[in-house]
């Protein structure tokens, strides 16, 4: 159903069952979960679907180690089931990465993560030895009865700097254990929304897309047209995140403040000496001030994070300029041999975490659960149940639990679960993939490594690219086709280039960003749309303004990197 089908059936049934609001992961998997029970449901997000708090993740999929000295146990547990379940029913985007965690002391952190485990203080502490293996050998035993990954390792310090030799030789030791990635976040959301859509006739959803109120009751906002249409739902599901706040208000929803996101920003590097200096291990340490961070290598390049910093306006988050000076201090502390140049960052991004409102002062102390609470009918809004919190592992089991409160709440009973549902081309995922892709380039002419570029991208989804892609053109300074592009415009609402360069690819996050990359494709959606000369050209200025306020990319500075970058090779 294209957004014309869409917005005609609404306008002819405005009356549904449940209204979700909120196109990010947790918004997605609720709707999911609704639509599998036959629930007549529709979603909608003001912007584009996992383009907030779900596109600005740092591509961890994980337990959450340093939860366990906060005490959120049953946190830790849970998510540790989800990590393992996306690698079972995602494969293709969520993989398995070892995590190295530098120690520069034996002892330390014991007498203060006690007392911070007791709510005593709420002051970081550079965490020990001791401290650390008690918390890995906890991980382990939560994941012992479905051993995916090996258990955790300890190395002396003679052997880390064998393994890692430009790591800060003031350490004392490591250890090593294993969590896991995810390659493509806002792929996968995507898949889980057209799946679900593909296979729930009552299911719909829009992005651009503005929930307000009005006379009536609920308004919905086409903003690409201005149109407004009302709409009756019995129930509202608000899975807006960090703007929860925000769309109560908007809604007419009374409540007490609910959020108090914190600000997490991250820094993708193109440098091949810190890149070969993690030998592919994501390394997890201390900052000299006990913040944790993160390196990894993704997509060929490093990522770098990330801050904690409290953020009143949603909209307004951007990685500053003082928060980058923090990350690249951060990492001379763990490497201190490796210089970044200004030219080698090639992405910034930020976005807030969805935490419940508190007043605590140490940020790293506010609880990272979720959970949902109601607001209860007023004049002409039914019911809000609103989805608190929330970490980007267990976006399944928060969905089904908000799904499991909408259901009790209408009287209906679940007929269906997602534990062991496969997302979008993790479906029949090969296990010889190497097998899989030689069959898919004999099969469509292709070579085997454009077969294997498919099957990372989209995977067992490929054999429906690949069945259009023979012999067909690549796009300039990129591995993307012409025609790979035109069918994820034509397939996937995509409105804006945003939409492609930013969420529907990982051009921009990976580096591979170019003017002459952004005109070509321009081309192709404003042919696909029908815009004219000043509609192509007011989307060019409004796509290269947000790349250089939202994510340091200056693409008239990048072009003359690259040139550079060439002529060095050549």
Request: proline share 4%; charged share 25%; aromatic share 8%.
């Amino acid at each position: 159903m294209n957004r014309n089908e869409t917005l005609a059936a609404l306008r002819e049934r405005p009356d549904i069952a449940v209204l979700v609001i909120g196109g990010g992961i947790n918004g997605i998997s609720v709707f999911r979960e609704l639509a599998l029970q036959r629930v007549d449901v529709a979603l909608a997000d003001k912007g584009d679907y996992c383009s907030g708090a779900s596109a600005a993740l740092s591509r961890m999929v994980h337990g959450g180690l340093r939860y366990l000295e906060n005490g959120e146990f049953k946190l830790v547990r849970e998510s540790l089931v989800e990590r393992d379940r996306l690698l079972k029913n995602a494969p293709h985007y969520v993989a398995p990465l070892p995590t190295t965690v530098p120690i520069f002391d034996t002892f330390s952190g014991i007498a203060n993560g006690a007392v911070r485990f007791l709510g005593l203080t709420r002051r970081p502490s550079r965490r020990g030895a001791l401290v650390i293996k008690a918390g890995l050998t906890m991980y382990d035993l939560f994941t012992a009865a479905r051993r995916l990954m090996p258990t955790h390792q300890f190395r002396a310090r003679t052997e880390t700097l064998k393994t890692w030799p430009a790591i800060n030789p003031a350490i004392r030791s490591s250890a090593t254990y294993y969590d896991a990635w995810v390659s493509r976040p806002e792929r996968l959301g995507l898949e889980m929304l057209f799946d679900t859509i593909a296979a729930a006739s009552s299911a719909r959803a829009l992005n651009y897309a503005a929930v307000t109120s009005n006379d009536a009751g609920l308004a919905l906002v086409d903003t690409l047209t201005g149109e407004t249409l009302t709409i009756r739902p019995r129930l509202i599901v608000n899975a807006t995140g960090g703007w929860i706040d925000l769309t109560n208000n908007a809604i007419g929803a009374t409540a007490q403040k609910m959020m108090g996101g914190t600000k997490g920003s991250h820094l993708i590097v193109d440098n091949a000496e810190l890149y070969d200096a993690l030998g592919g291990h994501m390394v997890y340490y201390e900052n000299e001030d006990g913040r944790i961070c993160i390196l990894f290598p993704y997509l060929g390049k490093v990522l770098i994070g990330s801050t904690d910093i409290r953020v009143d306006n949603p909209d307004d988050v951007r990685c500053e300029d003082d928060e980058r000076s923090y990350i690249l201090q951060s990492l001379a502390f763990v490497f201190p041999s490796i210089a970044i140049a200004d030219d080698e960052i090639v992405f910034r991004f930020s976005g807030v975490r969805p935490l419940p409102a508190s007043e605590d002062s140490f940020t790293g102390r506010i609880p990272r659960d979720h959970f949902c609470e109601f607001i209860e009918p007023s004049g002409h809004l039914p019911a809000t149940l609103c989805m608190i919190g929330g970490k980007w592992t267990t976006f399944r089991s928060f969905g089904e639990m908000a799904a499991d409160m909408a259901l009790e709440r209408l009287g209906l009973k679940r007929s269906k679960g997602t534990e062991d549902l496969a997302i979008g081309g993790g479906r029949n995922f090969p296990a010889d993939p190497e097998k899989w892709c030689a069959s898919l380039a004999e099969q469509h002419s292709l070579s085997f490594e454009r077969a294997h570029i498919l099957l990372e991208r989209y995977g067992t989804s490929a054999e429906d690219f690949a069945a259009q892609l023979a012999a067909d053109q690549m796009l300039p300074r990129s591995d993307y086709s012409v025609g790979e592009v035109r069918l994820i415009i034509e397939r996937e609402q995509v409105e804006c280039l945003a939409d492609i360069f930013l969420r529907r690819t990982t051009i921009a996050v990976s580096g591979g960003l170019s003017l002459a990359l952004v005109d070509a494709v321009l081309d192709i959606l404003a042919t696909h749309k029908g815009w004219d000369v000043d509609q192509a050209t007011a989307e060019r200025t409004a796509f290269l303004a947000l790349l250089a306020h939202q994510h340091g990319v200056d693409l008239s500075d990048l072009s003359q990197t690259n040139d550079k970058r060439s002529a060095l090779c050549a």
